[in-house]
T-cell receptor
Framework: ETGVTQSPTHLIKTRGQQVTLRCSSQSGHNTVSWYQQALGQGPQFIFQYYREEENGRGNFPPRFSGLQFPNYSSELNVNALELDDSALYLC?????????????FGSGTRLTVV | GQQVMQIPQYQHVQEGEDFTTYCNSSTTLSNIQWYKQRPGGHPVFLIQLVKSGEVKKQKRLTFQFGEAKKNSSLHITATQTTDVGTYFCAGPGTASKLTFGTGTRLQVTL
């Protein structure tokens, strides 16, 4: 059973640029949720994807967008990067949208915006 | 919106001492989950509690869900250095998706 894999592991971008982060869900999981974790804080919910459509969104602006593919993998896109977007971006997969039974998290992508 | 607070923010104990973190939600929760995040790591699912007053144990860890389903606790007996990390509680929040608490960072020294 493969876990959740994220790429890249680290990334440095300049303010105003765009970035795409990738996530492969755990085998058998059909739902992907994305979280932003700033240093010293708890993960903040960005959005969730189920059946290739957005299924719930947290308090993040439209420049945060995503995709889910037929194989359940997912992408997180952030446009017009701001310094405050610097954080650890976590992808979590689950079987079903209500997370009963818990989320499996990937190791995350550490994004630094300079 | 829903808020999930944890206390304390940080606790430093000597190995062998006990540790407890408390989680309080501003709203009633259908279930509560606990995660552990090691330094430099990612959250790892520990357990889920669903019933009012439920108590579950995992070796030295004891988890409780309050009667009103608005609070929870995690107690570690006789801490070890391997217990170091940040412990998060999480419950259904915005759009019924998991909302994480503020976390309690545990440091254990010999």
């Amino acid at each position: 059973e493969t876990g959740v894999t994220q790429s890249p592991t680290h990334l440095i971008k300049t303010r105003g640029q765009q970035v795409t982060l990738r996530c492969s869900s755990q085998s058998g999981h059909n739902t992907v949720s994305w979280y932003q974790q700033a240093l010293g804080q708890g993960p903040q919910f960005i959005f969730q994807y189920y059946r290739e459509e957005e299924n719930g969104r947290g308090n993040f602006p439209p420049r945060f967008s995503g995709l889910q593919f037929p194989n359940y993998s997912s992408e997180l896109n952030v446009n017009a990067l701001e310094l405050d977007d610097s954080a650890l971006y976590l992808c979590a997969s689950s079987l079903g949208t209500d997370a009963l039974g818990g989320y499996t998290f990937g190791s995350g992508t550490r994004l630094t915006v300079v | 919106g829903q808020q999930v607070m944890q206390i304390p923010q940080y606790q430093h104990v000597q190995e062998g001492e006990d540790f407890t973190t408390y989680c309080n939600s501003s709203t009633t929760l259908s279930n509560i989950q606990w995660y552990k995040q090691r330094p430099g790591g990612h959250p790892v699912f520990l357990i889920q509690l669903v019933k009012s007053g439920e108590v579950k144990k995992q070796k030295r860890l004891t988890f409780q869900f309050g009667e009103a389903k608005k609070n929870s606790s995690l107690h570690i007996t006789a801490t070890q250095t391997t217990d170091v990390g940040t412990y998060f509680c999480a419950g259904p929040g915005t759009a019924s998706k998991l909302t994480f608490g503020t976390g309690t960072r545990l440091q254990v020294t010999l």
